[in-house]
């Protein structure tokens, strides 16, 4: 067998196994052999990796491709993700009727995506809990976000009608009916946070950490609780996405606990592991939930390590500096972050911490593959898709906006020298970055595929 391409001199991360020197080579996109020695395998192409490190590539659960610029969004942010080494995203699609929306949202992404690219259903309708089934298999979707954050008031500033705990009941119960399925929630008690903002703001305070202080961590915790006592009534797979506190967590961690419970996964962000609410960035790192205090930081660190945190997702979303450069208040909400899951976890996670390589990637890819349904992604394995990235783990670069490729023209990182990033990111086989630039052939032809996940 001729292989298209063989990858030498290479410092596999495998399954249980950890680092392991050898080679590795690939045939039709998928990897095709892993030995030790290049012995008489022949390729038409040949990477040296000159002792590096070869992962799987990063898989983002998390992204909000269409925020910044609906029209060229998958094309920017796909190769702001492929710098990073993020080579699988899932995205947020939300509409009146998704049966009428769906495919041409899907068309953009596979024409202009250098990475795989696959969705979720935001739900925020009766009708979409009422379809859900039917657009779940015809699109070949398995995963959705409720918001409670639009419940009420809030939600009927934005046009929706129907968010209400009424809604959250009827789509746990829904979700549960599609096998494989798993219902997100963004959990935020949204009908006290005025009660607290209100007299923040009266008081003149503009800082990051009254963006924390008018949603604190219990309104967390308290719609965590809410979302895992309905899922255990309605035996529903649910998410907590972007958690970013000790209380919710410990909320998660109280009913993982109950026997015959259903799964609860937990997703958290490189920013809740990486910023707290001292941060200089300010209205840049403005998201919800909140940025917290350092104690918070560290409680993720440690649900990185005792495995209570399932995956890691950046909340990617990419608008201009321009939304940003206002009072707390006024900024936009959510930032850029795809392309920086990799380095932010090997330079703060591996670097610092010391958490072991072979737990980063389980959250950052493994994890995302097994409770997404995308068994050809999230390790390096004969048979997979060729996902993989060259790293240089003593690689340091100062994050530049200007060389990221996003539509955002800022970073909440800017500035910022950090330790561990990719050099090449090879999607199915073929490198569409390489040495901090995505390559002409990936410009050209983006190539990205649409994640099938049902
Ligand atoms: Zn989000």
């Given amino acids: 067998m001729t292989l298209d391409t063989l990858i030498t001199n290479a410092r596999l991360l495998l399954p249980h196994k950890g680092l392991t020197d050898g080679v590795l080579g690939i045939k039709d ?259 919800n939930p909140p940025i917290r205090g350092q104690g918070d930081v560290e409680a993720m660190w440690e649900g990185v390590l005792d495995g209570s945190i399932t995956t890691i997702g950046s909340d990617h979303v990419p608008r201009k500096r321009a939304t940003k450069d206002k009072n707390i208040w006024a900024a936009s909400n959510g930032f850029p972050g795809t392309g920086m899951i990799l380095p932010i976890m090997l330079h703060e996670g591996y670097h610092r911490r010391h958490i072991p390589l072979s737990r980063i990637i389980e959250l950052c890819s493994a994890n995302s593959a097994h409770i997404y349904n995308m068994p050809n992604k999230g390790s390096i394995e004969i048979g997979k898709d060729a996902d993989l990235l060259v790293v240089d783990p003593d690689l340091e670069k100062v994050v530049d906006p200007a060389t990221l490729e996003s539509h955002a023209d800022y970073s909440p990182y800017e500035g910022m020298a950090i330790k561990g990033w990719p050099v090449r990111t090879l999607v199915r086989g073929r490198t569409i970055m390489q040495d901090g630039r995505i390559t002409d052939e990936a410009r050209a032809h983006p190539g990205g595929h649409f994640l099938r996940r049902l």
């Fill in 29 to 287: 996109g998928r990897i095709a052999v892993i030995a030790e020695h290049k012995a008489d395998l022949a390729a038409r192409e040949v990477i040296d990796c000159q002792g590096l490190w070869l992962l799987p590539g990063i898989i983002d659960p998390h992204v909000h491709f269409g925020f910044g610029s609906p029209e060229t969004d998958f094309e920017t942010e796909s190769r702001n993700a492929a710098l990073g080494g993020t080579t699988s995203a899932l995205s947020f699609h939300r509409s009146k009727d998704i049966r009428d929306s769906f495919e041409s949202a899907r068309n953009l992404a596979e024409r202009q995506s250098c990475i795989d690219i696959g969705f979720h259903f935001g739900i925020t309708s009766h009708l979409h809990v009422q379809t859900l089934e039917e657009i779940s298999t015809r699109f070949g979707v398995s995963s959705y976000k409720l918001y409670m954050m639009y419940k009420g008031a809030a939600g009927l500033a934005q046009g929706f009608t129907d968010i209400d705990d009424g809604l959250l009941y009827s789509a746990l119960r829904e979700t549960a009916r599609i096998p494989g399925a798993v219902l997100g929630v963004h959990c935020e008690n949204v009908e006290v946070i005025p009660v607290l903002r209100d007299p923040l703001r009266a008081a003149g305070r503009d800082d990051l950490r009254a963006w924390n202080e008018q949603s604190p961590d219990f309104l967390e915790a308290e719609n965590v609780h809410r979302v895992c006592y309905f899922a255990s009534k309605t035996h529903t797979p649910v998410n907590i996405v972007h958690l970013s506190s000790r209380e919710a967590l410990d909320e998660v961690r109280r009913h993982r606990q109950r026997r015959n419970g259903p799964p609860i996964y937990v997703e958290s962000c490189p920013h809740y592991l990486f910023l707290n609410d001292e941060s200089p960035a300010g209205p840049y790192a403005k998201v």
